[in-house]
């Protein structure tokens, strides 16, 4: 999923951070920049926009002036607003037009990909609930994961098996010598993953069913892998391979 994001604000610099920032993070595409909130406003009346990365004092039309607009406006297709601005009196002003955020200046790109993250589960969370998305109300092929500074795309197709790793797991791919190390738990790990596809054999394994070569004695051959059953695991790992055995 793509959110669509246009960034307003008065200062060039301030602008230009924000939509760098936007660009190298992988699920928003910069639409559009503006200086100023009128047009942003005009392009907002004439394209559909989900997100919009707003400062609040400019001149004219202040950003929240322009947040109070949209917010008025009588559509499901109204985009969601984060703040951008160096006072943070506003704050609660931003809430009362339903901000997803609010970013203080200067904000580093960590901050900046918390507050974008808030939004791209909200927008997920939208996406599911509604009744007639045809492809989009089925099970996603990938997950987003949290790798260094960034939220890197990862087909679940690719990953072979997951093995944990004291505060951090590693995501292991096909094809790629080198795992991902990502900080999450194998339990955030359990949920993300459709289990029609994915099984935790051991306290420190999750496997990919459709990459499993061969098993022999309560262990589990992926590629060059060699990963064994525990024994809190053992049942519904021999459920499922009994499949095979009548």
């Known amino acids: 999923m793509k959110i669509k994001c246009i ?5 060039p610099l301030a602008l230009e951070l924000v939509s760098k920032f936007i660009e ?15 047009q942003a406003l005009g392009y907002l009346n004439q394209h559909d926009i989900d997100l919009v990365f707003l400062d609040i004092q400019m001149p004219d039309l202040s950003g929240m002036e322009l947040a109070r607009i949209l917010d008025g406006k009588k559509s499901d297709k109204k985009p969601r607003i984060i703040f951008t601005t160096a006072y943070n009196q506003f704050a609660i002003e931003g809430y009362k037009v339903d901000a997803l955020d609010y970013l203080l200046k200067p904000f580093s790109y960590e901050d900046f990909l918390k507050a974008s993250t808030k939004a791209y589960q909200y927008f997920e969370n939208q996406s599911q609930q509604l009744p007639n998305r045809n492809d989009h109300n089925k099970q996603e092929d990938y997950i987003f994961l949290k790798v260094e500074y960034q939220l890197v795309k990862v087909v679940l197709s690719d990953i072979t ?3 944990a790793y004291k505060d951090y797991v590693k995501v292991h791919l096909k094809d790629k010598p080198n795992p991902l190390l990502s900080l999450t738990s194998m339990k955030n790990m ?3 993953l459709p289990k029609d596809k994915f099984m935790r ?3 420190s394994f999750i496997i990919n069913l459709d990459h499993i070569d061969s098993v022999s004695r309560n ?3 992926i590629g060059n892998h060699q990963i064994a059953v525990s024994d809190n695991y053992k049942d519904v790992f021999l459920e499922f391979m009994n499949k095979w055995l009548n």
Do not use: G, P, Y
Request: no cysteine.
């Open 161 to 163: 098996h997951i093995e």
């Open 7 to 11: 960034a307003v604000d008065d200062e």
């Open 219 to 221: 262990v589990v051959n």
């Open 201 to 203: 054999i051991h306290r």
């Open 190 to 192: 359990e949920e993300l």
């Open 24 to 38: 190298q993070t992988s699920f928003l595409s910069l639409e559009a920049k503006f200086d100023n909130a009128i």
